[in-house]
């Protein structure tokens, strides 16, 4: 177990660093200059303006240069200067990191829960109507728009029915504390976990359901019926702990699409998180954030892969660890 952790820290590290380079090299070839779109927003074409921002943030430097100030910086926690907010980034990206993390861990939770769930009764239903309706619905939700579902879902749960609120992370203004601000927060979270969590429930409910099929085909769960165990024991564990390893392999390779999915998602909810700080920082050619926000979702990625990994021993023992 300690060469196990030893191991994958030290290619956790490698593929950081090397996600840093390659995201300053990727933002270096990007069009359009921070100084000059801040110099043009404060009313100043002024070059020698431009110039002396230029020299502040320090892009005047070579890019070499800027890039083993960055890597520096990283190594010792220091992310940068925000252009826009002028507050370092870090700070700027824990203020935000923790709405992120409750959003998408809400999302992928209800989507594995549900995901696993439908494709279990899919594949014990197989040819039935219940199997074509959950693949139906599975297949809608795959195909549709994830932004196109928000908005209905806002129009439909939020403006027609009143039901859900529709904006924000909380109600502003309330003051709430204790569990009254627990119980807001989850009432403000149902529909852009919801929305979110769709696309990931339709991925997992089709997969679960093939693993299901495949697993249930193999000899040892033939065997097993023919010794008369009761179909629930061997469904429950022999074919879904089998069957459910792609799945849990799947999900922690989409953890860094779940943010992607959340820039959508928290654009049209207002939700106070990093995928709706990234995309501000795009549009204002703040690439600091902008970096900053890559390094911190490759790092959630990582340490996502990593306890997929002890999980894979709780789910089936037999698995080793190398």
């Given at each position: 177990?300690?060469?196990?952790?030893?191991?994958?820290?030290?290619?956790?590290?490698?593929?950081?660093?090397?996600?840093?380079?390659?995201?300053?090299?990727?933002?270096?070839?990007?069009?359009?200059?921070?100084?000059?779109?801040?110099?043009?927003?404060?009313?100043?074409?002024?070059?020698?303006?431009?110039?002396?921002?230029?020299?502040?943030?320090?892009?005047?430097?070579?890019?070499?240069?800027?890039?083993?100030?960055?890597?520096?910086?990283?190594?010792?926690?220091?992310?940068?200067?925000?252009?826009?907010?002028?507050?370092?980034?870090?700070?700027?990206?824990?203020?935000?990191?923790?709405?992120?993390?409750?959003?998408?861990?809400?999302?992928?939770?209800?989507?594995?829960?549900?995901?696993?769930?439908?494709?279990?009764?899919?594949?014990?239903?197989?040819?039935?109507?219940?199997?074509?309706?959950?693949?139906?619905?599975?297949?809608?939700?795959?195909?549709?728009?994830?932004?196109?579902?928000?908005?209905?879902?806002v129009l439909l749960f939020s403006i027609n029915l009143g039901w859900l609120p529709p904006f924000d992370m909380?109600?502003?203004?309330?003051?709430?504390?204790?569990?009254?601000?627990?119980?807001?927060?989850?009432?403000?979270?149902?529909?852009?976990?919801?929305?979110?969590?769709?696309?990931?429930?339709?991925?997992?409910?089709?997969?679960?359901?093939?693993?299901?099929?495949?697993?249930?085909?193999?000899?040892?769960?033939?065997?097993?019926?023919?010794?008369?165990?009761p179909n629930s024991r061997i469904i429950r564990r022999h074919v879904l702990r089998n069957a459910v390893l792609?799945?849990?392999?799947?999900?922690?390779?989409?953890?860094?699409?779940?943010?992607?999915?959340?820039?959508?998602?928290?654009?049209?909810?207002?939700?106070?998180?990093?995928?709706?700080?990234?995309?501000d920082a795009l549009m204002q050619r703040d690439y600091p954030v902008l970096l900053g926000v890559f390094l911190?979702?490759?790092?959630?990625?990582?340490?996502?892969?990593?306890?997929?990994?002890?999980?894979?021993?709780?789910?089936?023992?037999?698995?080793?660890?190398?």
């Amino acid at each position: 177990m300690l060469n196990f952790t030893l191991q994958r820290t030290g290619k956790a590290f490698v593929v950081i660093v090397a996600v840093v380079v390659l995201n300053f090299l990727l933002i270096k070839l990007a069009p359009g200059d921070p100084a000059a779109i801040l110099a043009g927003e404060a009313g100043s074409g002024d070059p020698q303006y431009v110039e002396n921002l230029r020299q502040q943030f320090g892009l005047d430097k070579p890019v070499v240069v800027q890039l083993w100030n960055y890597l520096s910086g990283v190594l010792t926690g220091d992310l940068g200067f925000s252009y826009r907010n002028q507050v370092p980034v870090l700070d700027l990206i824990l203020g935000r990191l923790p709405a992120t993390l409750l959003l998408t861990g809400a999302a992928l939770i209800f989507s594995l829960i549900t995901g696993v769930l439908f494709g279990v009764l899919a594949a014990r239903h197989r040819g039935s109507v219940l199997d074509s309706v959950i693949t139906a619905l599975a297949l809608l939700f795959y195909a549709t728009p994830l932004f196109w579902i928000a908005l209905m879902s806002v129009l439909l749960f939020s403006i027609n029915l009143g039901w859900l609120p529709p904006f924000d992370m909380e109600t502003i203004g309330a003051g709430y504390t204790g569990w009254r601000r627990v119980l807001d927060i989850a009432h403000h979270m149902v529909l852009p976990t919801i929305t979110l969590g769709l696309f990931y429930t339709a991925v997992y409910t089709r997969l679960t359901r093939a693993s299901m099929l495949e697993v249930m085909s193999l000899d040892f769960v033939k065997t097993a019926h023919a010794k008369g165990v009761p179909n629930s024991r061997i469904i429950r564990r022999h074919v879904l702990r089998n069957a459910v390893l792609p799945v849990f392999t799947f999900a922690s390779m989409q953890t860094g699409q779940l943010v992607g999915g959340a820039i959508l998602t928290e654009t049209v909810f207002a939700w106070p998180g990093i995928g709706r700080l990234m995309f501000d920082a795009l549009m204002q050619r703040d690439y600091p954030v902008l970096l900053g926000v890559f390094l911190i979702t490759a790092m959630v990625v990582v340490v996502v892969n990593f306890i997929t990994d002890l999980l894979y021993r709780f789910v089936d023992p037999r698995i080793g660890i190398s």
